[in-house]
């Protein structure tokens, strides 16, 4: 088995790149910032593209894949929340789904010793949305435009949903496969 794979080094330079986002955000340092913010929500995208059409696919790279947008979004939502850039009930459903989410996986373990994490659909969106929501308000921080605010609003309510959602259909899931 491969560790070292394109997929997988994208994985790790998106960990990298969070602890460069939340270090250059806290500094005010604009382009730096946002550039590492959009590096992380591009490897996020490409690790799975070329994990498919390289096959390079691992039980390696199904952990790490997800653990790096855990990473990424507790850290950014933290970060964005001690600056009050988002509302607390938000901030709420996003850490709580990542936090179930979390356990889910530690439970899963424990009793598959598996940790071939399957993505679903919804959990996809999700994490798509939650990026996208991120950038947004990052961006708004600096720029203040109108157009970029009320857009925000209305994608924490979208991405608030669809993390929603996403728990209960991994929750919904989780049940089934424990029934067999």
């Known amino acids: ?12 330079l998106r960990i990298c790149f969070t602890v460069l986002f939340i270090v250059t955000f806290l500094n005010k340092k604009l382009g730096i910032s946002i550039l590492s913010l959009t590096i992380c929500i591009m490897t996020d995208f490409l690790d799975g593209f070329f994990a498919r059409v390289l096959k390079q696919r691992t039980k390696f790279g199904s952990f790490l894949d997800p653990l790096a947008d855990k990473t990424f979004v507790i850290s950014v939502i933290i970060v964005l929340m001690f600056r009050n850039y988002i509302p607390w009930w938000f901030f709420g459903i996003i850490i709580i789904r990542e936090a179930l989410v979390i356990a889910g996986w530690i439970i899963t373990y424990q009793h598959t010793a598996n940790l071939d994490t399957k993505p679903r659909f919804l959990g996809k969106v999700s994490i798509g949305l939650e990026m996208i929501t991120i950038l947004s308000v990052i961006i708004n921080t600096y720029t203040q435009w109108e157009i970029i605010n009320e857009i925000i ?28």
């Open 1 to 12: 088995m491969h560790i070292i794979t394109i997929p997988n080094l994208l994985s790790i």
């Open 153 to 180: 609003h209305e994608l924490f309510f979208l991405t608030s949903v669809f993390a929603i959602g996403s728990l209960i259909d991994y929750i919904s899931h989780a049940r089934k496969l424990y029934q067999r």
